[in-house]
Structures are given as structure tokens and as C-alpha cells.
């Protein structure tokens, strides 16, 4: 033994003496775990194992809050994993969870618990139904069970529908809104030339602005004004009547005559309104989109794009796409469509208030928005089918017509697209769908005559869809300031909506409180609607053919098309007649009506003669009329309908009419209609801001308007309406605009002019921020 051996004490060497542990391989399933900081060689003694085979279930801190039924049944340690744990997966048995994850067992048995109770409450209500609700209700409701539905969806029904349970909401019959600031119609609308003072829809309302205290005597003619249209005078005046009672004297017909359930439209609120439609409530949304899953919140916003916007920008035939997308068929409903359809709900629906910020990538418009234009990418770039050889000609066309029929709903989709991008501020983006999709159509031969093997509803859709898009087209260069895409109307005449009104499919509303339905009258709408825009792409045409710069009509044509105008207005059908209107979407024909007639009058206003012959009534008379009659429309809308409801389009005749009563306030200073000019500008500005809770670019045409008003009416602003006008023009803008939107002004020309100077809704933004940070560096407090 060496000295160093001799050396080492007892114990060492004892130690020394014993064999050495035995070096194995290492068993499976172990790992080597290697620290920075050991040394190269400590790995052969450090591992660690990994769960393998049975070796998991001996893991310790994992705590499991639920075991699965099986291993309580046979006492096994359960290692909690979802679908299927591992002792189950192992023994082949099934593997099933009472408690959803992260839930003990008591917490699910009060879950349960609370879950019969409810069901118990729906079963109870249904049961109740059953007993107290007329026989007529309570079979509908027997026939709701019949068909299997729930409870649940059973009393939803029975809820929303229900009349006796809505007659909390019902307005009063007599209920109006009132002007702010002034409350009477201002005087230089009061004239008896005014042919909409006498309408039903504002009969009493002008009974209490003109008469000025209650009970005071009127003049005769004025007492005639008052008294409901439909019955006669003496002379054939269809304006007024007396009536003769019983007893034989005269009874005036007020207000108070206004109570008959067949009144309502024209006393009620039209969003109090509810749609009327079998499928409506049978349609499951959850079907076509991947954005949500609540087939209740999407019906609502299917219902109020109906009621509100699909009546005036009318896209696609409303009772073929809700009866296709309640039964599941891809004919005239497909994904992009329904998407694009919910995405405009969102901004209709009075409760999604987070449409105005559509970048925000957590609001509803955001995301169905997103869905559509993906799904447009998709569908627009599908090949048109080929031909099999030896394939029969009924395959070939059966096949044809389904690759057309998604067409349809492409083309549809693609303007509800633009639609949308334009209310957000991008209509430069949105344009550019709008110009595919009229690719699209071509492709198909949309303005032509349909194909003879064409089925009925194949016809009618593509029809209907060919003027939708016509009409549509038309109204966007005309505003825009440029030349049609499409001169020519499709080749496929529209029926007369008198003699084949199911052809258009009538949009029925009935109101809270009331047993009975109303028509809208959608095909004299509708029609009447593809008229007009015909007449304006005639002018479209000849105004903006070459470039932008409109080409100033001869007198003689400008008086040709302005006598065509007029004859379209007095050719209306009697729903849709001055003294008739009531909805909103009727309201807007004749303010459409006359924007038009002022955009083509006010080159030739100076005009008083033709040849030599007098001109009776003058250009300038008819600019004066289309002026008032405008400005006395969009008050009456407000009366009897508030600015409470979704509207794409009364936002541009807001805009336009606070821009003319901006303009009419400056040059009526010293003058006994200042105040009265005034109260239009509070009234407008009212309406703008009340859009701009829902609509990006009523914010963008608020903020240039009140930039542009003087300090007394911004401060009316602050006083009636609350708005701080300081925040308002010179607060920052959450997203750019992107919109080739003309500036405000009377005429093409001089919207034109402003074109070329670059003076664009985007471009006057820029440049009112550009002000304010000048202003900002130039204040003494920076």
C-alpha cells in the first residue's frame, strides 16, 4: 500500500473498500437535465423522468378539481385531462364529466340546480300561455311545440310579439317631437303654396304652430288647410272639407279625428315600428357566419336593416333571400351576403353603439365587415363553369343557372360593401367593389333580357337585382361627379306594382299596440325609385360625359329634363303623393326629388324667358320651392319621426340643408328671419350629431360644419344641444378619411370647382386640423 494510502482514515477506507454501484443505462422515458452550472460530467448522475405510461399518475401537485364519472365509480385517482383521462383511456372505458372544466362538483350541481329552475319558470310561462292568451294565440303557440322548439325560443316568441306586452312602449297617440331652440315652423316655410303643410302626415302639427294659441279663430282658408285630406269642399277643393253630422252642422276633422288604429303611421314613430315576415323569425344567422353564435342579437339586426335602410338602398329581393336563409338553400342567400347584411344591422341597431369606431376589431361592424370582404375575394374570383362533354343541355344549365345564382348574391353583397365603407369614411375603397362587382354583372349579362331557361324566381331576382344595381350606380357617380357606368336600363321592364305587387315582395310593419299590419308600399317604391334614377343618369350622361368637369346643358334641354322631373313627382302614385306620405323612405323620394331639381335648375336660374316667351313659373321660382319644400320635409320628418332611426341617406340632406342654412344665416344679420335660420342650423346639427352616435362620417361632416359656424351659433350648439363646439372642430380624428366626397354647395358646377381646387370632404378636414394646430402653437398658454 502507497503512503498515501497509509494516511487515510478509517472510515475512508471502509468506504473504499465497499463495491462500486453498478453504472445501468438509463430507463426509458428519463431526460437529462443539464445545468449552466454543473460540470461537463454531472449528467451522469441528474435525471429526471418524464411522465410515462402509469408513472403520470403519480405526479404530485397537480390538483384536480373534478374526476370523471367513471373513476368515481371505481375510486380511481382521475388525472382530470379532457375529453378522455388517462386511466380511461387506458382501460377502454368511456369517459364522461358531470362539471365543466375548472367546476367542482357542488359548484355544478348548483349550476344544474339553477338551470331547472329556469327551464321549470320557461315550462310554467308556456303552460300559462297555453291557459290566458286567446285561442287564436295560444294555437300558435301549440303549434310553435308541435314543431319542437324550446321553451325557451317558445316564450322569446310569444314575447316579442305579443302586443298586450308591448303596450307599455306605445307612444301616445298624439305624441310628436318638438323642434329645439324654436319651436314653431319657421315663416318663411309657412306659405299656402306649401303643398306639404297640408299632407296627413303633418295635419296637426301645423295646426298648433299656425293658430298660436289654443281655441283663437283662424281665417277660412287656413281653417280649410287644417282638415284632412280624401274628403271634398263645396268646390272640389280636395284639400279640406266640413263634414255634415246628424244633427246637420258643420264638424271640422282635427287632430283629435287622428285615432283609429288605421291612422297609426301617421302617429306614431316609424322605429317604434316592428317587421312583419313568416321567416323573419325562423332564420338562424348562426348558419352563414362565424362571427357569433347568438342567433337572438343577429335576428334583431336582420330585422332592423329591414325596417330601417333595405327599403330605400334596396339590394337584393328581401323575401327569396330570408325564406333561402331560413331553410338552408344557397339559391339567393349565401355567406358574403348574409355577412354584409348583419354588418349594416350593426349600424341600424340602436344597441350596438360601437359602430362609429369600425376600426375597432371587437365591435360587430368590424368583424362581420371583415368576414364579407374576405369572403367577396373569394367568391368574386369563382370561374364560370365549364361544359362536359356529352353533357345534357339540362345538367349544363342546371349548373350554369347555381354559378349565376351566386352571382346574384356576389353582386348584391358587394354594394352593401360599398354601402358600408362609404358611412365609414372610405368610399375611395368601397368604390373599387362596387366597380367589380358591376364586372360581375356583365359576366353574366345582368342587363340583358334573362335566358329562356331561366326559372320564374330566377327571373324575378335577377330583374330585380339588375335595376337595384342600375339605381345604385347611378346615384353614386351622379354625387360623386362622374360619368355613369351604366347608361342603358336593363332590358327587363318592371312590372306595374298595382296589378303585381307580390312581384316586389311588400314590406309589412304593425305597431305597438295596434292589431293591424301596414304595407309600406315597397313596389310603387321601388319603381317609382328606378324611374327617377333614370331620368338622372340621362343627365348624368350628358353633364359628366368625357371628364369631371361638368358640361353646362342647353336652356332649352336644362327646362326638357326639369319638365321631366316635375311630371315623375306629379305622376306619383297616391301613396307616394305630397299630401300622402308618411314613411321615411317616402319622405326621401321627394327630398331626393328635389336636391335633383336644385343641382339642375341653378345653372339657368337667372332665366326668365325662352325664345322670346315668358317663363311661368320661373327658374328661380322653382329653386325657391325646391328649397323650402326640402327644408320643410326634413322638419316634418322630424316631427312625426325624430332622427332616432338608422339613415344612411337623410345624413346627405342634413348636410346639404345645414350647409344652405349656415350660409342664410350670415346673410340674414339684422333681419327678422335670423333667428328663425338659426333654429334650422340647431335642427340640422341636431340630426348630424344624433347619426354621428352610430356613423364615422357624420362625426367627419359635423366637425367641418361647426368649424365653419360662427361664435353665436356655436354657442347655441352648447346651450340647446350640449355639443361643445370646440371639441367638436377641432378635436382629433380617431381614423383618416378617405373619401373623394364633393365639399357642400348649391349646382354641380360649383361643387365641381370646388373638385378641381381639391376641395374635398377629406381634403377640408386636413386642412381644419391644419388651423387648429396654427392656433394651437399661436396661443400665448402653449
Known sequence: MSSTSRSTSPEISQQLNQPFRPLMPAPPGMARIVSPQQPAFSHLFAFQAQPTGSSSRRKQGKTITAACGACRKRKSKCDGTRPTCLVCRE??????YDTNVSETHAQALKRKYQELQTQKAALEQVYSLLQTRPEEEARAVYRRIRLGEDPTSVLRHAQYGDVVMQHALEPQSNFRYEFPYLREMPPFLVWEGNPYLRAEIHDWEWRASVSGSEGSPLPQRQRALLLLPGTTTGTGDDVASPRSTSSGTSETLSAGSLTSDRREPYLKPYHTARVVHPWLDSVKPSMWTGVSDDDVLMRKLLHDYILFDWDWFTMFHKDYFLEDMAQGRRRFCSSLLVNAVLCMGSYCHRGLRSCAEHWNPKSFCYQFLAEARRLFDIDAEEERPVRLPDEQDADWHRRLVEWEQRRLCTIQAAILINLIQNINGADKIGWR??????ELAREIKLFDEPPEYYGPEMVIVRTYTAWACYCWQSLSTFFYLRPPLIKDPPKALLPDPIENPQWYGELWIAYPGSTHRFPTYHGLSFKAKCEFWRIITEIGSIMFAGDRSPIVMPLKQTLHYVNRLRDWLHGLPEPLSPSKIVFPQHLKLHLGYYYMLIEVISPIIG???????PLNPTPYDLYLEAVNCHETLIRIHYLRHGFEGFDTFMLHFLGFNNHLAIRAVETSQGSSYLEPRRSSVI?????IHEFSQALFIAKAILKLQVGRMQASEAELLRRELEI??????YGPMEQTVQSDWPEYDVGVEAKAERV??????????AELSLLERERKSASPER
Open 724 to 729: 361643445e363646439p370646440e371639441e367638436v372642430a
Open 607 to 613: 332665366c326668365t324667358e325662352v325664345d322670346g316667351v
Open 756 to 765: 378641381k381646387e381639391g376641395k374635398t370632404l377629406a381634403t377640408s378636414l
Open 91 to 96: 382501460k377502454g372505458t368511456p369517459c364522461e
Open 683 to 687: 335642427l340640422f346639427a341636431k340630426g
Open 433 to 438: 367593389v362596387t366597380v367589380r362587382a358591376l
